[in-house]
């Protein structure tokens, strides 16, 4: 029992220490953010509140508010919501200049009236709750004043403009670092995913392929991780005015995560059609584990398209382009043999499902050529027809 408990104990340090470690510049940010807030509005900027420090409360709050905006939709979200706690601070402080502090006439109108204007406007539920609670917050906690104090609202400027600040100076170093490192992972795990489905239907193995379709199942959240990476890299060079000529590079990879997320929903299916397989009393063609083994190497070779695109290396990027179609008709030769014979129905349907990824990684890496594609189907005794776009 004690080894137990000593083991859950040592397992959750190790987990609390890998969070620490990933999100240090999440804390670093928070911590730096509301300090300077405060340090700015209660004593660069401390004259207008008389001597009072607990005044300039509301600027580390906002800090707080804007750094806890998730990365990507930071820049316009952050706004909004500091707008939201702008216009609550106006509120309230016109309901205890009208009504007084602490009442309840008061709390009842700043409460309609925050509310009632964040629902005009259609705003999302966080800026309504962020307007809303900074009005009630006057009305209900501050010292009674009638006086109008216009510092709040200056101090809660002052604390988001911070924060958003901080944001944007993390990442003007390197604005793309962020999709740069989140392509390279989504590739590396869709990549490990389609190796380890090759693994399972070569050794027939029902368990591992099931195993592997879980993992498969998982798959989306990397997509979505490269999908924020993009919305952060944008937001990023919102600010680095230097790196303008790089939005290109963010709309290209923006297509590309759509590329993507069609190919992580096919090697699902193919992931499936891998537990079937390996139930079948027959062996796996070893044709099928040729062209699965060469799939895995066109998703590296679109990672590196990726990679050469977001970094701005069009020769490498071009390289990378012809290589794909390359490996991508290899992917399907592999396949052909199997054609002049009669498969069960399980095999056929790999086939197909294997065509299909391998398309949506050619047109994730830009290199789905008409006579690349025609190429792919006259392989497999389809009908060609592709033109270029």
Same mark, same amino acid.
């Given at each position: ?64 508010? /804007?750094?806890?905006?998730?990365? +990507?939709? $930071?820049?316009?979200? #952050? &706004?909004? =919501?500091?707008?939201?706690? @702008?216009? !609550?601070?106006?509120?309230?402080? /016109?309901?205890?200049?009208?009504? +007084?502090? $602490?009442?309840?006439? #008061? &709390?009842? =109108?700043?409460?309609?009236? @925050?509310? !009632? ?273």
């Amino acid at each position: 029992m004690g080894k137990t408990r000593g083991a859950r104990l040592a397992h959750w340090f190790r987990t609390a220490w890998g969070r620490l470690r990933s999100g240090w510049q999440l804390l670093a940010a928070v911590t730096l953010g509301a300090t300077a807030s405060w340090f700015v509005a209660s004593r660069l900027i401390g004259g207008p509140h008389g001597g009072d420090d607990s005044a300039a409360f509301y600027a580390p709050a906002a800090a707080l508010i /804007v750094l806890s905006q998730a990365r +990507g939709v $930071r820049l316009g979200q #952050a &706004i909004r =919501v500091l707008a939201g706690i @702008a216009v !609550g601070v106006v509120l309230g402080e /016109v309901a205890i200049w009208l009504l +007084g502090a $602490r009442s309840t006439a #008061a &709390i009842f =109108v700043v409460i309609l009236a @925050a509310a !009632g204007l964040s629902i005009a406007a259609g705003a999302t539920g966080v800026v309504r709750n962020q307007l809303t609670t900074s009005a009630l917050f006057l009305v209900a906690v501050v010292p009674p004043n009638k006086e109008l104090e216009p510092t709040r609202l200056y101090d809660a400027l002052i604390g988001g403009t911070i924060a958003l600040l901080i944001t944007q100076v993390a990442g003007a170093r390197s604005p793309l670092a962020p999709l740069d490192t989140e392509g390279r992972r989504s590739f590396t795990e869709l990549s490990g995913v389609l190796d380890s489905i090759r693994q399972a239907v070569q050794r027939h193995d029902e368990k591992a392929a099931q195993a592997v379709l879980d993992r498969a199942r998982q798959l989306d959240s990397r997509t979505a991780a490269l999908r924020r990476a993009v919305l952060v890299a944008d937001e990023n060079l919102h600010l680095a005015i230097w790196e303008r000529h790089s939005r290109p590079r963010v709309q290209a990879a923006r297509a590309t995560v759509d590329q993507v997320d069609y190919a992580v929903r096919n090697t699902r299916t193919l992931a499936r059609s891998a537990v079937t397989l390996t139930r079948l009393p027959d062996p796996t063609p070893p044709q099928l584990g040729t062209a699965l083994a060469s799939l895995s190497q066109l998703t590296g070779c679109a990672a590196a398209v990726l990679a050469a695109v977001v970094s701005g290396e069009s020769d490498a990027a071009d390289r990378h382009v012809d290589q794909a179609g390359k490996i991508a008709v290899d992917t399907v030769q592999a396949m052909a043999p199997l054609l002049r014979h009669d498969q069960s129905l399980p095999v056929s349907t790999a086939i197909g499902q294997i065509r299909m990824v391998v398309i949506d990684l050619l047109r994730s890496a830009r290199a789905d050529k008409p006579e690349v594609l025609n190429a792919i189907d006259r392989t497999l005794d389809l009908p060609t027809g592709w033109k270029k776009r």
